[in-house]
């Protein structure tokens, strides 16, 4: 019912930035809150961000308050994470989620995955 696919990963130096996009297929969309998670070799999956359906209300990892902003169009089908600041500790393998309820901080909380995207932070 819903597809999600992530864009933008790749290969920064720390103190720099990266967006990554999460394009959304189906037609309910605009009424899924959105998340983004993380995991690096040999950890846990972990939340990063999340976002309500209306974009109104927004929720960040302490990790990473004041570095990174996630946004949504829903226009666009698509979900953001602008990513400034970059440190090593953000290299992981990011993915997009999608939820049919209120934004959630717990990889159960979310219904949908994207296959994940490639975020490295070299010093």
């Known amino acids: 019912q819903v597809q999600l696919v992530e864009s933008g990963g790749g290969l920064v130096q720390a103190g720099g930035s990266l967006r990554l996009s999460c394009a959304a297929s189906?037609?309910?969309?605009?009424?899924?809150?959105m998340g983004w998670f993380r995991q690096a070799p040999g950890k846990e999956r972990e939340f990063v961000a999340a976002?309500?359906?209306?974009?109104?209300?927004?929720y960040y990892a302490n990790s990473v308050k004041g570095r990174f902003t996630i946004s949504r169009d829903n226009a666009k089908n698509t979900v953001y994470l602008q990513m400034n600041s970059l440190k090593p500790e953000d290299t992981a393998v990011y993915y997009c989620?999608?939820?049919?309820?209120?934004?959630?901080?717990?990889?159960?909380?979310?219904?949908?995955w994207g296959q994940g995207t490639q975020v490295t932070v070299s010093s």
């Open positions: 989620a999608a939820s049919p309820h209120s934004p959630g901080t717990e990889v159960y909380d979310y219904n949908y």
């Open positions: 976002i309500s359906w209306s974009g109104a209300y927004t």
């Open positions: 189906g037609r309910t969309f605009s009424t899924y809150a």
